[in-house]
């Protein structure tokens, strides 16, 4: 056996040589010609390095980049370094972290006090990132072979390596203090108040370090505004839609119907389209939704209401129409236009021959004083004849007598239309912002396109719209004289919920596009005609931008009107282009299936025939119905769930606006509250067949069902927040107790007085369950197959802040008009704000002292004191920049634009890089801390270094 395996090793080594020489051999047949290859690549390449290498500039590219690629191993450098110096590490990291929340301590969370401070301790930042690129390049450019060019990169990688770990220690420690700080700071009552005694002192105009912060902000911004302006340009895009097709846009996107009153004033396709002088149409006058049903349904005891209705105020003087830009007037204002001059010319044919008016000269042969007989005829130039001036004049009175009467009124109201478009849109400081100035151009394009007095007609409102926002702006910017503040704090709100929800898009990655309008929706205050508060959202080949209305008779109430109410009119435009409307191929699917089909099973609701007068047959299934009623309210139900959304009070702000308008319970006070309503009406007359409403529902939910579909979406974002789920219980409990008596909706028909629907309340409350999940858990193909819970706002972190801060405001308005501690307004969002006032109102008034108390307080005076408590809150938001209209991303420039234009490409991207100074100022502001903990870290490095020489240096001294 022994013999046998020593022939088998024997026979193994010989086997190995075989192998060996065998692959030697194969090496010389078949890889000779690659490895020469290979040689001669290799050679060549060192040749054109070594070639390279011959000038300073070669050499210094060589470095550089492979020096890049080194810094992976000089961050393992730099953490073996630290590793095995301890006490180097910790005290770093513990530099870091006391820098981190000594900044968060001692500076406002954000501000020009804090940019400052950042943008300060960022040279440390930047040295350490460029001292080893310069010595990289000094070394390199300097280096006599390429031994030194590797060592030059070394050098490079090991410093950039070092820097990258060091940074990333620092800036760690640094955000972990700055968190562990801000929580203290933000969690405690002592600790909010200092914080917005830091923010009162050096962010704000009420000290002389804080003005001086303030100015060197806004003269920066006006600075870069300015210069971004005039490097970017503003060219607009060729404007090629046909008026035909702009008009009958803007008719398909007026608004539809009377938005918070509920005053069913008119049908869907009528309310709202022009007739002569652009008056609205009004088929049912009265403003009070509830009188409009009790006439329709008779004398019907078991659901007729009793009571005096609330009565629109009525302004004495001149009429509506006398203030309509461009058309004729027929009030007082109208007499004053209808004057004509005592002296002067009438028009052509109607002076002759009318002696005896005033201003009218009757010439008589004799009255011309004759030329004396010896003055010599005067000559002049021989052009000046009575023939060519004859002839001119007939020119001029042919031109004159072209332009009608309508031609100059057309004109006058276009002008109205473009002055304030125009001045608004200026370099400086203007009102708007700078992403509007494309909705501007193309409000004037349209503009420039009316001829008639027809197609002003058609496009009038509209444009009369943006009018009196942009003139509004212009007011706004003169300050509290005018009264305008409240148009900057409502447009604030506007810009705040607009960048809010595109930011969310963005960090899901879904495109903007999904939002109708590009630009935040622009407020103006006026007289609605009792139609409440409405939106015209942008119309897409007309506007970028949505016009809201803010009725004049709540001017003042801004601190506890705007909370909710404003943010479901936001939702008009903003999220019902796209978003929460429900894709056509599943629209009818989810409703009849996923929601009332659902939704019936589940509450055991028997899908009966139900009577429905001007139905088709009389009757319908009680889940066509249904569906009939979804499709009908989509637009007003997903404003009402993008309103509670955004702000958690939008069902107590329907409650106490609903209130304010509908009828009180029958024997009540004069002054006593509405009752929400439990009924609503539908007929042909509102019959809007591309929205699915073939019955012609009022578009609104029932007041009681709207705040019962409130609380469901609090519930459905409320995270399982104990507070939110609370809130939402007594939304419930207010439509309840608020509303009318009864277990019955009734839907009106106003075709056939005396005829409605009846269905009880639990089964139609029954379905909101299902329609708010699914409007807000169904993947959409919009959203890139997320769903509209991905990017709607966190409502615990905004409920708890309107909570906290209602609850402040409610304390000050009971003890004075004042707020009574320091406010930092990086805490809080401006709608919050806004929402605040709403719930601050509730609470003072609920901890008020009863009347003929020593502490009771009017109840008029708390909604006073609120008001001045909130626009005092809101003054804190005016001077910011504009969180932006963050209008869409264009398309990135071509390289044959580049090509063909690289000077005006640079001059815009130049524009665009300093236009985002108060961006990266605000951001800078944020991360101070974090900023100066690497600082902090890099100074303590320094430290260390010196020292580490001073004691190489004496040891070379004891040698």
């Known amino acids: 056996m022994a013999e046998n395996g020593k022939e088998v090793k024997a026979v193994g080594k010989q086997d190995d040589h075989q192998d060996k020489d065998a692959s030697v051999k194969l090496l010389d047949d078949a890889q000779l010609t690659s490895l020469m290859a290979a040689d001669r690549n290799k050679s060549a390449a060192s040749s054109s390095l070594d070639g390279l290498a011959q000038y300073s500039l070669g050499r210094r590219a060589i470095a550089l980049a492979e020096g890049v690629t080194l810094i992976p191993h000089g961050v393992f450098n730099a953490a073996n370094y630290n590793f095995e110096h301890p006490l180097e590490f910790a005290g770093k990291a513990a530099t870091g972290l006391a820098f981190g929340v000594g900044l968060r301590v001692l500076l406002p969370k954000a501000g020009a006090a804090s940019a400052l401070v950042g943008t300060a301790m960022s040279y440390f930042m930047v040295r350490d990132a460029a001292r080893p690129l310069y010595e990289t390049w000094m070394?390199?450019?300097?280096?006599?072979?390429?031994?030194?060019?590797?060592?030059?990169?070394?050098?490079?990688?090991?410093?950039?390596?070092?820097?990258?770990?060091?940074?990333?220690?620092?800036?760690?420690?640094?955000?972990?203090?700055?968190?562990?700080?801000?929580?203290?700071?933000?969690?405690?009552?002592?600790?909010?108040?200092?914080?917005?005694?830091?923010?009162?002192?050096?962010?704000?105009?009420?000290?002389?370090?804080?003005?001086?912060?303030?100015?060197?902000?806004?003269?920066?911004?006006?600075?870069?505004?300015?210069?971004?302006?005039?490097?970017?340009?503003?060219?607009?895009?060729?404007?090629?839609?046909?008026?035909?097709?702009?008009?009958?846009?803007?008719?398909?996107?007026?608004?539809?119907?009377?938005?918070?009153?509920?005053?069913?004033?008119?049908?869907?396709?009528?309310?709202?389209?022009?007739?002569?002088?652009?008056?609205?149409?009004?088929?049912?006058?009265?403003?009070?939704?509830?009188?409009?049903?009790?006439?329709?349904?008779?004398?019907?005891?078991?659901?007729?209401?009793?009571?005096?209705?609330?009565?629109?105020?009525?302004?004495?003087?001149?009429?509506?129409?006398?203030?309509?830009?461009?058309?004729?007037?027929?009030?007082?204002?109208?007499?004053?236009?209808?004057?004509?001059?005592?002296?002067?010319?009438?028009?052509?044919?109607?002076?002759?021959?009318?002696?005896?008016?005033?201003?009218?000269?009757?010439?008589?042969?004799?009255?011309?004083?004759?030329?004396?007989?010896?003055?010599?005829?005067?000559?002049?130039?021989?052009?000046?004849?009575?023939?060519?001036?004859?002839?001119?004049?007939?020119?001029?009175?042919?031109?004159?007598?072209?332009?009608?009467?309508?031609?100059?009124?057309?004109?006058?109201?276009?002008?109205?239309?473009?002055?304030?478009?125009?001045?608004?849109?200026?370099?400086?400081?203007?009102?708007?912002?700078?992403?509007?100035?494309?909705?501007?151009?193309?409000?004037?394009?349209?503009?420039?396109?009316?001829?008639?007095?027809?197609?002003?007609?058609?496009?009038?409102?509209?444009?009369?719209?943006?009018?009196?926002?942009?003139?509004?702006?212009?007011?706004?910017?003169?300050?509290?004289?005018?009264?305008?503040?409240?148009?900057?704090?409502?447009?604030?709100?506007?810009?705040?919920?607009?960048?809010?929800?595109?930011?969310?898009?963005?960090?899901?990655?879904?495109?903007?596009?999904?939002?109708?309008?590009?630009?935040?929706?622009?407020?103006?205050?006026?007289?609605?005609?009792?139609?409440g508060p409405y939106t015209i959202p942008a119309i897409p080949k007309v506007t970028d931008a949505a016009v809201v209305t803010y009725p004049r008779e709540y001017q003042g109430l801004e601190g506890v009107h705007t909370a909710g109410v404003y943010a479901h009119e936001l939702g008009h435009d903003l999220i019902y282009g796209d978003l929460l409307r429900l894709p056509a191929n599943l629209r009818d699917k989810v409703l009849t299936d996923n929601i009332v089909g659902a939704a019936m099973k589940k509450a055991g609701i028997a899908d009966t025939d139900i009577p429905v007068p001007g139905s088709p047959k009389g009757t319908m299934k009680k889940s066509e119905f249904f569906v009939q009623l979804l499709k009908a309210e989509a637009n007003e139900n997903t404003a009402d769930m993008f309103g509670t959304s955004i702000d958690p009070n939008t069902g107590l702000s329907l409650a106490t606006l609903l209130a304010s308008l509908r009828k009180a319970a029958p024997g009540s006070a004069k002054d006593a509250p509405g009752l929400l309503e439990t009924r609503s009406m539908y007929g042909h007359e509102m019959v809007d067949a591309d929205m699915g409403n073939h019955l012609g529902i009022e578009p609104h939910g029932i007041d009681r069902w709207r705040l019962k579909l409130a609380a469901e979406t609090l519930r459905e974002l409320s995270q399982g927040d104990k507070g939110v789920h609370e809130y939402a219980a007594g939304l419930d409990k207010l439509a309840d107790t608020m509303s009318r008596p009864g277990s019955q909706y009734v839907w009106a028909s106003m075709d056939q007085k005396g005829q409605f629907v009846s269905i009880p309340m639990k089964e139609w409350d029954a379905i909101i369950p299902a329609l708010v999940k699914a409007q807000f858990e169904t993947p959409l193909d919009a959203l890139n197959g997320k769903t509209l819970k991905h990017v709607a706002p966190s409502m615990p972190d905004t409920f708890r802040r309107v909570d906290r801060l209602s609850g402040e405001i409610a304390d000050s308005a009971l003890k004075g008009d004042k707020f009574a501690l320091p406010f930092q307004k990086e805490g809080y969002r401006v709608e919050e704000v806004f929402s605040s006032g709403l719930s601050a109102w509730m609470k003072a008034v609920a901890k008020n002292a009863p009347e003929g108390q020593a502490s009771h307080v009017p109840p008029e005076v708390i909604l006073d004191r609120i008001n001045a408590i909130s626009e005092g809150l809101r003054a804190y938001y005016r001077s910011d920049v504009p969180e932006a209209s963050l209008a869409a991303p264009k398309a990135p420039v071509s390289l044959s634009d580049v090509a063909l234009k690289p000077l005006s490409s640079l001059s815009v991207a130049t524009g665009k890089v300093i236009a985002a100074q108060p961006r990266l100022r605000e951001t800078i502001a944020r991360h101070a801390p974090q900023i100066a903990a690497y600082a902090g870290s890099s100074l303590m490095q320094d430290l260390l270094d010196q020292k580490r020489l001073q004691d190489q240096m004496l040891k070379g001294t004891d040698k």
């Open 139 to 531: 070394d390199a450019g300097s280096a006599t072979s390429m031994a030194g060019v590797h060592q030059a990169a070394q050098k490079m990688g090991d410093g950039l390596g070092m820097f990258a770990f060091d940074s990333g220690v620092a800036i760690g420690t640094g955000a972990i203090g700055s968190m562990g700080a801000g929580a203290v700071l933000e969690g405690t009552k002592g600790g909010r108040a200092f914080e917005r005694w830091k923010d009162v002192q050096l962010n704000s105009d009420q000290t002389a370090i804080g003005r001086m912060f303030k100015w060197g902000e806004r003269t920066a911004d006006s600075a870069t505004d300015i210069v971004a302006q005039r490097l970017s340009g503003k060219v607009s895009p060729a404007d090629v839609t046909p008026l035909s097709e702009k008009l009958k846009l803007i008719q398909e996107n007026q608004p539809r119907h009377a938005v918070e009153t509920g005053a069913a004033e008119g049908s869907q396709a009528d309310l709202y389209r022009l007739d002569d002088a652009l008056k609205v149409k009004r088929r049912y006058k009265s403003p009070q939704f509830s009188e409009n049903i009790d006439t329709l349904l008779g004398d019907r005891a078991e659901i007729a209401s009793h009571g005096s209705a609330v009565k629109p105020i009525i302004i004495e003087g001149a009429g509506k129409a006398d203030l309509t830009p461009g058309l004729p007037n027929q009030g007082s204002l109208g007499a004053v236009r209808r004057m004509r001059f005592a002296e002067g010319p009438e028009s052509a044919g109607n002076s002759a021959g009318k002696a005896g008016k005033g201003g009218d000269v009757t010439v008589k042969p004799g009255d011309v004083t004759p030329k004396p007989a010896d003055a010599p005829a005067p000559k002049g130039p021989a052009e000046m004849t009575g023939d060519v001036v004859g002839r001119m004049a007939i020119d001029v009175r042919a031109k004159a007598g072209a332009v009608t009467k309508e031609d100059m009124m057309v004109a006058d109201a276009k002008e109205t239309i473009e002055a304030p478009l125009t001045s608004t849109m200026r370099s400086g400081k203007a009102p708007l912002d700078q992403g509007h100035f494309s909705n501007n151009q193309m409000l004037l394009d349209l503009t420039q396109q009316i001829k008639t007095a027809e197609d002003y007609k058609q496009a009038g409102m509209l444009l009369d719209h943006f009018r009196t926002a942009n003139s509004q702006l212009e007011l706004s910017v003169k300050g509290d004289s005018n009264g305008m503040n409240a148009i900057t704090d409502l447009n604030q709100y506007s810009r705040s919920i607009h960048s809010r929800l595109l930011g969310n898009l963005d960090k899901n990655g879904i495109p903007r596009s999904v939002v109708r309008g590009s630009n935040s929706p622009l407020f103006s205050i006026r007289d609605s005609d009792g139609a």
